[in-house]
């Protein structure tokens, strides 16, 4: 298993729609997890952090599974400016670093 | 506050000539981070400061490529004979400590003529 994987999509939705994504990785022993967005041209920004069993932030929900490894961003009520690349970030073997999956596009169109 | 800052923002060097980068982390951040990012790729992991400690350099692709980060805050990329595989964004982060969040410059965009 690599150590980030994600379905590259795209996604396409319609606004108001829900769209979830999902990501494995392979170190079980991580025990945190990001996800970042990244605009078109523009810096990775972080959208949120992943300690626990999950997070939620208004619109944006993130799941761990730590059985499956995976974990999930659901985005309920889809807005245009959702548009981005989501990148799922998980803590290499050594702890040291942090992997950067190569990201999900999303399209919202209304 | 101030975030992480990069310059130059955009840098056109011809094929051969040496580059240097610079990153200014956000104070008093301890871990610094460079990552390249080509045209519709994903993240490419270079070299990682953390406090004193010896950099994890793991990450760099030749011997051509280089970095220092002098007394703990600014950091300098140097890519040396410039190669046009070397094209593309080359972005820094910082975090508080090592795979704690992490927080990202706006790039310098470097083209290899």
């Known amino acids: 298993r690599k150590e980030v994987e994600q379905d590259p999509g795209p996604f396409n939705v319609p606004e108001g729609a829900t769209v979830a994504f999902n990501c494995t990785y392979s170190n079980s022993a991580s025990q945190s997890f990001f996800w970042y967005r990244q605009d078109c041209r523009k810096e990775p920004k972080l959208l949120m952090s992943?300690?626990?069993s999950g997070n939620e932030d208004g619109r944006f929900t993130a799941q761990l599974n730590r059985a499956s490894q995976y974990i999930s961003l659901l985005i309920r009520d889809s807005k245009l400016s959702d548009s981005a690349t989501y990148l799922c970030v998980v803590p290499n073997q050594a702890g040291t670093a942090l992997i950067f999956g190569k990201g999900t596009t999303l399209s919202v169109s209304s | 506050g101030a975030g992480v800052s990069q310059s130059p923002s955009n840098k056109v060097t011809e094929k051969g000539k040496d580059v240097e980068l610079r990153c200014d982390p956000i104070?008093?951040?301890?871990?610094l981070y460079w990552y390249r990012q080509s045209l519709g790729q994903g993240l490419e992991f270079l070299i990682y400061?953390?406090?004193?400690?010896?950099?994890?350099k793991s990450g760099l692709p030749s011997d051509r490529f280089s970095a220092e980060r002098t007394g703990g805050s600014v950091s300098t990329l140097t890519i040396q004979r410039t190669q046009q595989e070397d094209s593309a964004v080359y972005l820094c982060?910082?975090?508080?400590?090592?795979?704690?969040?992490?927080?990202f410059g706006p790039g310098t965009r470097l083209t290899v003529t």
């Open positions: 400061f953390q406090g004193n400690s010896a950099p994890d």
């Open positions: 104070s008093g951040h301890t871990a």
């Open positions: 992943v300690y626990s």
């Open positions: 982060a910082s975090s508080f400590d090592r795979a704690y969040e992490q927080y």
